[in-house]
């Protein structure tokens, strides 16, 4: 890479951000996986740095039509509901971990029988002994079923497909689209961006949305001074494939900068973004109609928080 221009960061000493530029024929077609193994690989363990952070890339356009992104988009997911012109509305079925799956499924159906669009699954709901998860995936389908035949609405549960290797996950995933179940669920930071994005690969061959969770996001994005924004992890994410993310949120328990958290959900939906520096956008980024990633705001919401969330 070449270093083409390096600035001081405005009120801290010895902190420069420094702005580098890779040939493109370094990276593998397709790959987050070469992408960050070349870019942060293991630049951040040199002994000469005390610290350092990845705040955003611009990636080109000619890369980025090596990749398929989203299995379907906002659009299509929309298009699938057939809901329109409002906020999907959810909710992760609690306790996250200790019910039998029969119980587990009644909960889903109470919620979505009560008016919710989508619940899901907790991140580390994968297949404990207490709840396998094709028992789970049996309760659930049939209270999706069932809540749908009652209302008359399409509904849906993000069933966590995240497994121990990519050949179980899929295979999940193929249990679910057997069901007749809409969308499944993947941790794409702890299982991978390999399996994440062969997962989003099946998806979109076989008709499934993909619900992203950022589980581990923090270990690498919290820092202010060494790792990664999570505006990178997002876009890394919409290269890789994903139907929606967790993006967290101004309110609730996950709180964010309000201006850099609107960013990069800007980032993940939009087709094409400026340079907005005080907005945490250090790159305009035109995404060539790749399919957008609907933000999911995330991380202890109640309803009085609504007021906040829809200003």
């Known amino acids: 890479g070449r270093c083409y221009d390096i600035e001081p960061v405005r009120g801290e000493e010895n902190q420069y951000i420094a702005y580098v530029a890779y040939p493109l024929d370094l990276f593998e077609e397709g790959s987050v996986t ?13 002994k000469a740095l005390r610290a350092l952070r990845l705040e955003d890339l611009r990636i080109p356009p000619s890369y980025i039509k090596t990749f398929q992104g989203p299995p379907h988009g906002i659009q299509v997911e929309r298009d699938k509901l057939n809901k329109y012109g409002r906020p999907l509305l959810g909710c992760t079925i609690k306790p996250k971990l200790g019910l039998s799956a029969k119980n587990y499924g009644r909960a889903v159906y109470e919620c979505l029988r009560g008016g919710l669009d989508f619940t899901k699954d907790d991140e580390n709901v994968n297949s404990q002994p207490f709840m396998r998860w094709r028992d789970r995936f049996l309760f659930v389908a049939e209270a999706l079923f069932k809540s749908q035949s009652e209302t008359g609405e399409i509904k849906g549960h993000y069933l966590n497909a995240t497994a121990g290797t990519s050949e179980e996950m899929l295979k ?16 794409y930071l702890t299982g991978g961006f390999t399996a994440n994005t062969s997962l989003a690969h099946y998806c979109r061959d076989n008709g499934l949305l993909l619900h992203i969770h950022r589980a581990m996001h923090a270990v690498l994005d919290r820092q202010k001074n060494h790792g990664m924004h999570f505006r990178v992890l997002a876009k890394a994410l919409r290269l890789s494939g994903g139907d929606h993310i967790h993006a967290g949120t101004v309110v609730g328990k996950l709180e964010g900068e309000r201006e850099v958290t609107l960013g990069f959900v800007d980032l993940l939906r939009d087709d094409y973004i400026e340079k907005d520096r005080p907005r945490g956008i250090y790159f305009t980024q035109d995404w060539v109609s790749l399919p957008g990633v609907l933000p999911v705001a995330s991380g202890g919401i109640h309803v009085w928080h609504m007021p906040a969330l829809t200003d």
């Open 34 to 46: 070469n992408l960050f193994t070349s870019i942060v690989g293991n630049v951040f363990g040199f």
């Open 172 to 187: 999940r995933a193929q249990c679910a689209r057997e069901l007749g179940v809409p969308i499944v669920m993947h941790d």
